[in-house]
């Protein structure tokens, strides 16, 4: 069982639309969140981080995340084929150390079309 | 500079042969980590090191060994390389040990094993 489920697997969004990705942990243990994207034949760079309840906004992009449902997502606005990409979500505890590993997610695939 | 280097990018190998990958970084991290990601899997972390302590994943414990020279460098190490071993290979780094350290990955090695 995949302790990060994210969803939908794949995706395809206009040029210039609005793009949702959703994340949720089954470990009840995790307590951060991570966004990396895979541009393909590329490396995973992280795109956002959050670490409390509430709305995190950087430029097109906006990550939320409830911690009570151990559920984050991630809003891209006015989307650009540039955008197309893997998006990869991971989950970590607080507690450092040993426990600071990510977990990941499969991942969603994003197209954008222009 | 946040470059974290991998060597090959691609590698055959033959069942029963031995294969070493090396990563290196040059951001003066103190942990580096291995992950293996197979199609339509999640990045599964095998192994890491925190400065010069190696923690090893349990499921894996047995089928990957490393080693860390020197604060730049990593590798990793298969004894006897099967057909399950291949995959994409990710390296990754980070400052710190800590819970809010953001990892760095690399290009990755895409290893076949035939």
């Known amino acids: 069982q995949q302790k990060v489920q994210q969803s939908p697997e794949s995706l395809i969004v206009p040029e210039g639309g609005m793009a949702s990705l959703n994340c949720t942990s089954s470990d009840r243990n995790v307590d951060y969140f991570w966004w990396y994207r895979q541009h393909s034949g590329k490396s995973p760079k992280m795109l956002m981080?959050?670490?409390?309840?509430g709305e995190k906004e950087e430029g097109r992009f906006t990550v939320h995340l409830n911690k009570a449902s151990l559920h984050t997502s991630l809003h891209i606005r006015d989307s650009q084929p540039s955008d197309s990409a893997l998006y990869l979500c991971?989950?970590?505890?607080?507690?450092?150390?040993?426990?600071?590993?990510?977990?990941f997610g499969k991942g969603t695939k994003l197209s954008v079309k222009s | 500079d946040t470059t974290v280097k991998q060597n090959p990018r691609y590698k055959l190998a033959r069942v029963g042969k031995p294969v070493n990958l090396i990563c290196s970084q040059t951001m003066n991290h103190d942990t580096m980590y291995w992950y293996q990601k197979k199609p339509n899997q999640a990045p599964k972390l095998l192994l890491f090191?925190?400065?010069?302590?190696?923690?090893r994943e349990a499921d894996t414990f047995e089928k990957f060994q490393s080693s860390r020279p020197n604060n730049s460098f990593c590798s990793l190490y298969i004894g006897s390389a099967g057909l399950e071993y291949s995959a994409m290979y990710l390296c990754?780094?980070?400052?710190?040990?800590?819970?809010?350290?953001?990892?760095?990955f690399g290009p990755g090695t895409r290893l076949l094993v035939l």
């Open positions: 990754a780094s980070s400052r710190d040990w800590g819970n809010q350290d953001t990892q760095y």
């Open positions: 991971a989950a970590s505890m607080e507690s450092g150390g040993s426990n600071a590993k990510l977990t």
């Open positions: 981080s959050i670490f409390s309840n």
């Open positions: 090191y925190y400065d010069k302590i190696l923690n």
